[in-house]
């Protein structure tokens, strides 16, 4: 009799768990808002803190390779330099066929800015702070203020969103390499890191080789930065080759981000 | 079951998890942050008495504020926690029998 009755307490309890899961599922976009609403304030203070926090440590313990990045970085800063020059003359030249042409193309966006308040520590997702009452919506990308792709809003809350990273294993979207004319997909691998599938074998590419969005299946504007090629894996079996990519962003540095609404 | 217990530790996991979410994801080893709310709920049923169900309370609570704070519908780590609390439960009451947490 004792028995049964702890079976029977068993299964109520399991039943009313279920039953409370199910319920909450039907409420999840405003139980996660509720939660979100008043963490909000914390949770940018620990972000900003973390950041700072992170910031110092990596400063310590990469305080032996400062001379070497310092002597690269002026380096890369003497060749950047030497493009801006470049690529101001080509910007005179492109204005002038712009005005002899009569073509007036703007290539801005409208964009919301937004701050990270959080990160899924399982998942390439973060938090920003606009949502809804801010005229986001689903799919919007999400791109740094130097035009780098982060990702693309996945839910969307009344003061919150969620965005999915470019590294997450659930986005792929098309992207190109423009000096190589090379197209192909951009897929996540999870934990920050990104691959260039679907590269025809035919085609030369490097390590260096800076890979941009394409908008030939319209999920994100074109030539927004996406990474630089790492490592290119080329096997005479397969039909196409793969590249390995760093994303050009770092989640620890990010503080704002920038939501595309449109184009201007 | 002490009130103020509960309600501490229910305030003490949502603090954890918006450290978690918000600063210690700033810190990760070899590109992966440590679960410290899966981690504590593991060990509470570790440690406590099998007798006890505050673990089953535990791990209810944890996995409900981790589902909040992830991309991962409501239930997932509820249900992933609470069946770890059960065979921790199950396998220190039938089968094994250690000093430290017969008085937890």
Same mark, same amino acid.
């Given at each position: 009799?004792?028995?049964?009755?702890?079976?029977?307490?068993?299964?109520?309890?399991?039943?009313?768990?279920?039953?409370?899961?199910?319920?909450?599922?039907?409420?999840?976009?405003?139980?996660?808002?509720?939660?979100?609403?008043?963490?909000?304030?914390?949770?940018?203070?620990?972000?900003?803190?973390?950041?700072?926090?992170?910031?110092?440590?990596?400063?310590?313990?990469?305080?032996?390779?400062?001379?070497?990045?310092?002597?690269?970085?002026?380096?890369?800063?003497?060749?950047?330099?030497?493009?801006?020059?470049?690529?101001?003359?080509?910007?005179?030249?492109?204005?002038?066929?712009?005005?002899?042409?009569?073509?007036?193309?703007?290539?801005?966006?409208?964009?919301?800015?937004?701050?990270?308040?959080?990160?899924?520590?399982?998942?390439?997702?973060?938090?920003?702070?606009?949502?809804?009452?801010?005229?986001?919506?689903?799919?919007?990308?999400?791109?740094?203020?130097?035009?780098?792709?982060?990702?693309?809003?996945?839910?969307?809350?009344?003061?919150?969103?969620?965005?999915?990273?470019?590294?997450?294993?659930?986005?792929?979207?098309?992207?190109?390499?423009?000096?190589?004319?090379?197209?192909?997909?951009?897929?996540?691998?999870?934990?920050?890191?990104?691959?260039?599938?679907?590269?025809?074998?035919?085609?030369?590419?490097?390590?260096?080789?800076?890979?941009?969005?394409?908008?030939?299946?319209?999920?994100?504007?074109?030539?927004?930065?996406?990474?630089?090629?790492?490592?290119?894996?080329?096997?005479?079996?397969?039909?196409?080759?793969?590249?390995?990519?760093?994303?050009?962003?770092?989640?620890?540095?990010?503080?704002?981000?920038?939501?595309?609404?449109?184009?201007? | 079951?002490?009130?103020?217990?509960?309600?501490?530790?229910?305030?003490?996991?949502?603090?954890?998890?918006?450290?978690?979410?918000?600063?210690?994801?700033?810190?990760?080893?070899?590109?992966?942050?440590?679960? +410290?709310? =899966?981690? /504590?709920?593991? !060990?509470?049923? #570790?440690?406590?008495?099998? $007798?006890?169900? @505050?673990?089953?309370? *535990?791990?209810?609570?944890?996995?409900?504020?981790?589902?909040?704070?992830?991309?991962?519908? +409501?239930? =997932?780590? /509820?249900?992933? !926690?609470?069946? #770890?609390?059960?065979?921790? $439960?199950?396998? @220190?009451?039938?089968? *094994?029998?250690?000093?430290?947490?017969?008085?937890?």
């Amino acid at each position: 009799m004792a028995k049964s009755t702890k079976k029977g307490r068993i299964f109520i309890a399991v039943f009313i768990i279920i039953a409370v899961i199910i319920a909450a599922n039907f409420f999840q976009k405003n139980i996660k808002s509720f939660f979100y609403s008043f963490s909000q304030p914390i949770q940018k203070n620990l972000w900003a803190a973390g950041k700072s926090s992170s910031d110092f440590f990596a400063s310590i313990f990469n305080a032996g390779n400062l001379k070497k990045e310092n002597d690269n970085l002026n380096f890369k800063n003497q060749e950047l330099l030497a493009n801006i020059s470049r690529l101001e003359e080509l910007q005179k030249e492109n204005e002038n066929l712009k005005c002899a042409l009569g073509v007036n193309l703007q290539n801005d966006f409208k964009v919301n800015m937004a701050q990270i308040v959080g990160k899924d520590i399982s998942q390439d997702f973060i938090l920003l702070d606009k949502g809804a009452k801010d005229g986001i919506s689903k799919a919007m990308p999400v791109i740094t203020a130097q035009k780098v792709l982060v990702g693309k809003i996945s839910d969307v809350y009344d003061n919150f969103s969620k965005v999915l990273l470019i590294s997450s294993k659930e986005s792929s979207f098309d992207a190109q390499i423009r000096e190589r004319e090379v197209s192909g997909i951009i897929r996540g691998k999870g934990n920050l890191k990104i691959f260039f599938d679907l590269i025809p074998q035919d085609k030369e590419i490097s390590a260096g080789d800076i890979v941009v969005s394409s908008s030939l299946a319209g999920f994100f504007p074109s030539d927004l930065l996406v990474g630089r090629i790492t490592s290119v894996k080329r096997n005479n079996v397969e039909a196409f080759q793969q590249a390995e990519l760093n994303t050009e962003f770092d989640i620890n540095q990010l503080a704002n981000l920038f939501i595309i609404t449109g184009r201007q | 079951m002490n009130l103020l217990k509960i309600s501490l530790f229910v305030v003490l996991i949502y603090f954890l998890a918006l450290f978690q979410s918000s600063f210690l994801v700033h810190f990760n080893i070899f590109g992966f942050v440590p679960n +410290i709310i =899966f981690i /504590i709920a593991v !060990l509470w049923n #570790i440690v406590e008495n099998p $007798k006890s169900y @505050f673990g089953f309370f *535990v791990s209810g609570i944890s996995g409900f504020v981790l589902d909040v704070f992830s991309s991962h519908t +409501i239930g =997932f780590y /509820i249900i992933i !926690l609470l069946l #770890i609390s059960l065979a921790i $439960k199950t396998l @220190f009451s039938r089968y *094994v029998r250690v000093p430290f947490n017969q008085n937890i």
